[in-house]
């Protein structure tokens, strides 16, 4: 059972470059996030997805995108990376509502480094 | 906008003490997560909380939820080393029928021999 994938787990960015962190979840989870981490900090909702082809921004989206063609991806493209983009992003999953008891799946998270 | 916020940020305590952490929230919501993490890890559910007066327990930790004062408390019960972590709590804000959640800080929890 994997539940939420995160890859790649490091990456080293040069300043302006883009990357993708792709997520994928075999649960067939509706909801889907993205997190970032800063050291020692709290979880920052970048972007979220309650479905295939819906998207939402949270608190942090500038500098990201997000789509979501299928029910299992939810990948994370930022474009001109930036240092204040170096974090831990987490991936995280939910089959539905709270209402129905779901807790959130979380990812083993990425490091990225912009330099 | 929902803010979440965690009392304390940085907890020391003895082994077989008692603590509560605190969890306060901005704006009106019945649905509430407490998490842990470990250094360099990823999150673990421990306890999620649906409704007004919900208690939920597990091993030494125990969770509440006030939804009219908008509290959540996590009860340490005679701690033990293995509990030292750092504890989440996150917030359902709901908009219309979409569950954006938002987490609090954080308290940063050492148990001390």
């Known amino acids: 059972n994997a539940g939420v994938t995160q890859t790649p787990k490091f990456r080293i960015l040069k300043i302006g470059q883009s990357m993708t962190l792709q997520c994928t979840q075999d649960?067939?989870?509706?909801?889907m996030y993205w997190y970032r981490q800063d050291p020692g900090m709290g979880l920052k909702l970048i972007y979220y997805?309650?479905?295939?082809?819906?998207?939402d921004k949270g608190e942090v989206p500038n500098g990201y995108n997000v789509s979501r063609s299928t029910t299992e991806d939810f990948p994370l493209r930022l474009e001109l990376a930036a240092p204040s983009q170096t974090s831990v992003y987490f991936c995280?999953?939910?089959?539905?509502?709270?209402?129905?008891?779901?807790?959130?799946?979380f990812g083993e998270g990425s490091w990225l480094t912009v330099v | 906008e929902l803010k979440v916020e965690q009392n304390p940020l940085f907890l020391s305590m003895q082994e077989g003490k008692n603590y509560t952490i605190y969890c306060n929230y901005s704006t009106t919501s019945d649905r509430l997560y407490w998490y842990r993490q470990d250094p360099g890890k990823s999150l673990e559910s421990l306890f999620v909380l649906l409704s007004n007066g919900a208690v939920k327990q597990e091993g030494r930790l125990m969770a509440s939820l006030d939804t009219k004062a908008r509290l959540s408390t996590l009860h340490i019960t005679a701690a033990v080393h293995d509990l030292s972590a750092t504890y989440f709590c996150a917030v359902d804000a709901l908009k219309t029928s979409y569950d954006k959640v938002i987490f609090g800080p954080g308290t940063s929890l050492s148990v001390i021999p």
């Open positions: 649960m067939n989870h509706n909801y």
């Open positions: 997805s309650v479905g295939a082809g819906i998207t």
């Open positions: 995280a999953s939910k089959r539905g509502q709270t209402y129905s008891g779901n807790t959130i799946y």
